[in-house]
């Protein structure tokens, strides 16, 4: 996989929903020299253009925000309580590092009850996001020198190579904006038939509600998302619990709880990376969803769309892995099905 060092950076800088300000001024930078405009609109999506052959459009989906978390209350000693800005698995969380970024940045710990102390009753039930505070090392007043109530949270924990993976927390979705990010470098040359709006959305975490605001503002004919999915391909997995397994490829959706994809889309994706000699493996995942929902339905003309996934281990969890092969038979399969639309029957058959 090439280019490891902007991936490492865009899974450090922060972003939690609502907050993208960090990881949108990295993007910018990093598309403008690749396209040939950039817009942001009123909610801070970026859109990256590239233009085509004709007035068609192709819009990509892939979200800029992270999970985290917002400060809710400083307590007389100093401890953060929180609420959650996305999904968590609270038992991920116990000890780990986290940053709260007020008017700087401060490395906290999440705390809970020793298990020492814990009664048999405690030591049964699963623990809560309210069961954890937040720590910075700090009396009151020195956090609220820096800290106050609605600042972001998020996780504090490096991205690195891991056999033939990438583990690091953030993957969903900073890999799908590393993979959109190297999609535009590739086509950055080469003549498109439609035009391309590389769309980095906000909110995804809370309700796709970047990707709404923007498929409504692109009205594309054609519309991919792009994100991760789930790879259970682990012990004590059944095989139809898996839905993807690592390093077999990049997944072409079928559905999951949000979206029915196209059924041309889903052909045009199969028949493409079988073409190109693309590995590829089916995703049909039971719950779940992401802007792929928002591309189908909110443009005004509605688009035939579907979605590239990259398989995830451990998603929603302190730290999420990837396989490098994955990630770039995802790029390769974005760039060919940009560069080929106009060569496929749209008809309804």
């Given at each position: 996989?090439?280019?490891?060092?902007?991936?490492?950076?865009?899974?450090?800088?922060?972003?939690?929903?609502?907050?993208?300000?960090?990881?949108?001024?990295?993007?910018?930078?990093?598309?403008?020299?690749?396209?040939?405009?950039?817009?942001?609109?009123?909610?801070?999506?970026?859109?990256?253009?590239?233009?085509?052959?004709?007035?068609?459009?192709?819009?990509?989906?892939?979200?800029?925000?992270?999970?985290?978390?917002?400060?809710?209350?400083?307590?007389?000693?100093?401890?953060?309580?929180?609420?959650?800005?996305?999904?968590?698995?609270?038992?991920?969380?116990?000890?780990?590092?986290?940053?709260?970024?007020?008017?700087?940045?401060?490395?906290?710990?999440?705390?809970?009850?020793?298990?020492?102390?814990?009664?048999?009753?405690?030591?049964?039930?699963?623990?809560?996001?309210?069961?954890?505070?937040?720590?910075?090392?700090?009396?009151?007043?020195?956090?609220?020198?820096?800290?106050?109530?609605?600042?972001?949270?998020?996780?504090?924990?490096?991205?690195?190579?891991?056999?033939?993976?990438?583990?690091?927390?953030?993957?969903?979705?900073?890999?799908?904006?590393?993979?959109?990010?190297?999609?535009?470098?590739?086509?950055?040359?080469?003549?498109?038939?439609?035009?391309?709006?590389?769309?980095?959305?906000?909110?995804?975490?809370?309700?796709?509600?970047?990707?709404?605001?923007?498929?409504?503002?692109?009205?594309?004919?054609?519309?991919?998302?792009?994100?991760?999915?789930?790879?259970?391909?682990?012990?004590p997995a059944q095989p139809h619990e898996m839905i993807t397994?690592?390093?077999?490829?990049?997944?072409?959706?079928?559905?999951?709880?949000?979206?029915?994809?196209?059924?041309?889309?889903?052909?045009?994706?199969?028949?493409?990376?079988?073409?190109?000699?693309?590995?590829?493996?089916?995703e049909v995942l039971p719950m779940g969803g992401t802007d792929?929902?928002?591309?189908?339905?909110?443009?005004?003309?509605?688009?035939?769309?579907?979605?590239?996934?990259?398989?995830?281990?451990?998603?929603?969890?302190?730290?999420?892995?990837?396989?490098?092969?994955?990630?770039?038979?995802?790029?390769?399969?974005?760039?060919?099905?940009?560069?080929?639309?106009?060569?496929?029957?749209?008809?309804?058959?």
């Amino acid at each position: 996989m090439k280019n490891l060092k902007l991936l490492q950076t865009i899974c450090k800088t922060p972003g939690a929903p609502g907050f993208e300000q960090r990881i949108r001024e990295l993007v910018i930078d990093e598309v403008t020299p690749l396209v040939d405009e950039v817009e942001i609109d009123n909610m801070g999506n970026v859109m990256a253009i590239k233009r085509g052959q004709s007035d068609k459009r192709a819009m990509v989906a892939a979200h800029m925000d992270e999970i985290g978390f917002v400060v809710t209350h400083i307590d007389d000693e100093g401890f953060i309580r929180f609420k959650p800005l996305g999904g968590f698995d609270p038992k991920t969380l116990t000890a780990q590092r986290v940053i709260v970024h007020g008017k700087k940045d401060l490395i906290g710990a999440m705390g809970t009850k020793p298990i020492h102390i814990m009664t048999p009753e405690e030591r049964k039930k699963i623990v809560q996001l309210d069961d954890y505070v937040i720590d910075l090392g700090l009396k009151k007043k020195e956090v609220e020198k820096y800290v106050t109530i609605g600042n972001p949270i998020t996780r504090e924990r490096e991205c690195i190579e891991m056999g033939d993976c990438i583990n690091s927390k953030s993957l969903d979705n900073r890999i799908s904006v590393f993979i959109l990010i190297e999609t535009l470098r590739a086509l950055k040359n080469k003549k498109v038939p439609y035009d391309i709006y590389g769309g980095f959305t906000v909110q995804e975490e809370v309700g796709l509600r970047g990707a709404i605001s923007s498929a409504h503002h692109v009205n594309p004919d054609f519309g991919f998302g792009l994100d991760v999915t789930i790879a259970y391909d682990m012990p004590p997995a059944q095989p139809h619990e898996m839905i993807t397994k690592l390093g077999e490829g990049t997944a072409i959706k079928v559905l999951d709880g949000s979206t029915i994809c196209d059924f041309r889309m889903v052909q045009y994706m199969k028949d493409t990376a079988n073409k190109y000699k693309i590995k590829w493996q089916t995703e049909v995942l039971p719950m779940g969803g992401t802007d792929t929902a928002g591309i189908q339905r909110y443009g005004k003309s509605g688009s035939i769309a579907g979605a590239i996934s990259i398989p995830l281990r451990n998603m929603h969890q302190t730290i999420e892995m990837a396989h490098k092969e994955d990630v770039d038979d995802s790029i390769k399969l974005l760039t060919k099905c940009l560069l080929d639309l106009d060569k496929h029957d749209w008809s309804f058959k």
